[in-house]
């Protein structure tokens, strides 16, 4: 009965880091580039909206 409860203690460990290993995977494969894209997008829009928000001067 002991030598039950010590495997599955053991299991549920084994799960609980596998859990953590694969939420740390997915964090640096999905989750910070996905961050650094929101960020470059919208550093271009604003870059973009600063421009078309220049004044128009004449060029004659």
């Known amino acids: ?9 053991w299991l549920n460990r ?6 953590a290993l694969i939420k740390e995977r997915y964090r640096k494969l ?5 961050k650094e894209i929101e ?3 919208d550093k271009d829009l604003e ?3 600063s421009f078309h928000n220049l004044p128009c ?3 004659h």
């Open 47 to 49: 870059e973009e909206e």
């Open 14 to 19: 084994r799960k609980l880091e596998r859990l």
């Open 39 to 41: 960020f470059e997008l």
């Open 57 to 59: 001067t004449p060029l």
């Open 1 to 9: 009965m002991l030598v039950k409860m010590k495997v599955g203690e």
């Open 30 to 34: 999905v989750l910070e580039p996905r």
